[in-house]
């Protein structure tokens, strides 16, 4: 079952977030990876920022969590996670058809890093197109507030869907 999360929900998002992220370590530059992936403080800057988190649970559990952020014409997705135990099951998925439908905006943007493959992969089964690294780099600058380091080691995918 999918259903939206709340700062309440705080602990459990950081349980998947950073379990899930632990498939970064090594794939990443070095000085981009830390311990939790993300902290706290982090997380609820994402809420107040207007980061929509949902959750798919199973038995009561969290097992995967995918945001989005609503901006004036454009849509983000924004961290998209499943536990480690129960990748390549369906949850990401799950999670991002249920995006497609609440989303408002024709244009849809995801940033990931560009050696993580699988995440590109999965994107792109999905439609999306990645966008070549001088449009990356104006749309990180244009919608995130990521350093300099991260967006030289990012991908921005697209996917336009009239509405």
Not at 44 to 67: A, I, P, T, W
Not at 96 to 116: E, R, S
Request: proline share 2%; aromatic share 12%; charged share 20%.
């Amino acid at each position: 079952m999918i259903i939206e999360n709340t700062v309440k929900d705080l602990s459990d998002i950081l349980y998947v977030i950073n379990d899930a992220a632990i498939k970064y370590k090594g794939v990443i530059p070095a000085d981009c990876w830390h311990e939790p992936y993300m902290l706290k403080e982090g997380l609820v800057n994402e809420f107040d920022s207007g980061v929509r988190m949902f959750g798919y649970n199973k038995d009561n559990k969290l097992l995967g969590v995918m945001g989005i952020q609503e901006l004036k014409d454009v849509t983000l997705i924004r961290h998209a996670y499943t536990l480690t135990n129960y990748q390549a099951m369906g949850i990401g998925k799950s999670l991002l058809l249920h995006l497609f439908k609440i989303n408002k905006n024709p244009y849809l943007f995801v940033g990931t890093w560009q050696d993580a493959t699988w995440a590109i992969q999965f994107y792109k089964k999905f439609g999306f197109i990645r966008q070549t690294k001088k449009q990356t780099a104006q749309l990180l600058n244009k919608y995130w507030e990521i350093s300099s380091k991260q967006i030289e080691n990012s991908v921005v995918l697209e996917k336009y869907t009239p509405l």
